[in-house]
């Protein structure tokens, strides 16, 4: 089985997926600093293992680390070994862990967040329109960030003012280009930050998730303070990244197909549609790290090894067309059925699923209809992504807004 590299600079995400899947359902994989794991690159097979009690999330499963191969500089450690939380445990550790964050996050309670995400909206379309005309505007960070920021900040009862060092944080914790010497220090860093926000929580509660979680383990539910410190994290990590990259990718996926952009303007096309099938062929997700075998398991005609780490290339099975039928590399707002699985599948199922749906619901809208002369400022093909082996992340949008509301300048 020939290894396939992972670019640290995400240079070609298209070509490198294509390569995964052209590899078969298991393929094996170097992630930058030369560790070595298998990828699951087709739809079948991912919800197959996503579900399979055999692979499991303990990193101690792990050869490599076992091994003592897996240097606490590596660049990824973050996400391969983040401390304890439900993205590190099984069973009913992770049921124990999930239930509290999936109740504050069912459908029904997130649609009660709509009224605020809509008012943040027009405040930040409000600043968009105040902007000098005529000049290119970074759309990701004058609007696809602080709108899921500020959302899930508010959510966990995380202040404003954090908001500059947490973005400073997970720019360098998310990156492969984050010098080795500086990994340690970032690591620390973030632990100190969100444990001064739960400190913080714990002396002055809120009506925030942070503050319910205290509670609950302050009632019984027996959370430890690096649990808690560890889910804050997780949550504000995931809960911003992947809506950011959401919102971007749609608008450079309409702006590159402008007939279907037209129909969905014109009402012909839903919302809804255009935001599962960006999932779906250009997901926020690209890579997930990680899970570890417990034992030999056969995937397709190869075998994934016992303690082998494995990674889920949502990337590539976004396009299979096995799955997707000979269009799966096509971009169709109209597709369906669309059965995708970019934010996950069984009891790993990403929980903020439904208010990464709902932000986008909202936002790209009121974007579109303040906003219908946008357009790119730059061809498609300068846009770059940043060097994130697991996000799908431009380094900015720049676009030209035109007339608000299409009216004259």
């Not at 078969?24 to 560790?35: Q, T």
Request: net charge negative; aromatic share 6%; charged share 25%.
């Amino acid at each position: 089985m020939t290894r396939i590299a992972l670019d640290p600079f995400v240079r070609d995400l298209d070509g490198e997926s294509a390569a995964l899947r052209a590899a078969g359902p298991l393929a094996e994989v170097e992630l930058p600093g030369g560790v070595h794991v298998y990828a699951v690159t087709r739809h079948a097979e991912a919800r197959a293992l996503l579900t399979d009690s055999r692979v499991v999330k303990d990193i101690n499963v792990w050869n490599a680390w076992r091994r003592g191969e897996i240097p606490m500089d590596w660049p990824l450690i973050g996400l391969a070994n983040p401390g304890r939380s439900m993205l590190t445990v099984d069973g009913a550790d992770h049921r124990r862990l999930r239930t509290l964050v999936a109740q504050a996050l069912t459908v029904k309670r997130v649609e009660r967040l709509r009224a605020g995400i809509e008012a943040l909206t027009n405040a930040s379309l409000e600043k968009l329109a105040a902007l000098p005309a005529g000049q290119p505007v970074d759309l990701k960070a004058e609007f696809a960030y602080p709108l899921p920021m500020n959302v899930i900040s508010e959510l966990m009862g995380v202040d404003a003012a954090d908001h500059p060092r947490l973005k400073e944080l997970f720019e360098k914790f998310f990156s492969t280009q984050t010098p080795p010497e500086e990994v340690p220090q970032m690591m620390a860093d973030l632990g100190t930050l969100f444990t001064k926000i739960v400190d913080g929580k714990r002396a002055n509660p809120g009506d925030d998730l942070t503050s319910a979680l205290i509670a609950a383990s302050e009632n019984g539910d027996h959370l430890t303070d690096e649990e808690i410190v560890n889910t804050l994290q997780l949550i504000i990590a995931a809960g911003h990244e992947t809506t950011i990259s959401l919102i971007v990718n749609v608008v450079e996926a309409l702006q590159t197909h402008p007939e279907q952009r037209k129909k969905v303007l014109n009402g012909e096309i839903g919302w809804d549609g255009v935001i599962e099938e960006t999932l779906r062929w250009n997901t926020p997700t690209s890579h997930v790290l990680i899970r570890f075998a417990t034992e030999d398991i056969e995937v397709g005609d190869k075998i994934l090894p016992k303690g082998e780490g494995l990674i889920i290339s949502f990337g590539a099975l976004g396009r299979d067309e096995e799955q997707y039928g000979p269009t799966a590399g096509e971009f169709d707002a109209a597709r369906t059925p669309n059965r995708h699985i970019a934010f996950g599948h069984g009891p790993h199922v990403c929980p903020g699923a439904a208010l990464s749906r709902l932000e986008a619901g909202i936002a790209l809208p009121a974007l579109y209809e303040r906003f219908p002369e946008l357009d790119l400022a730059v061809p498609a093909s300068e846009l770059r992504n940043k060097p994130i082996v697991t996000q799908n992340d431009l380094h900015e949008l720049p676009v030209e807004l035109g007339c608000p509301f299409g009216g004259d300048a």
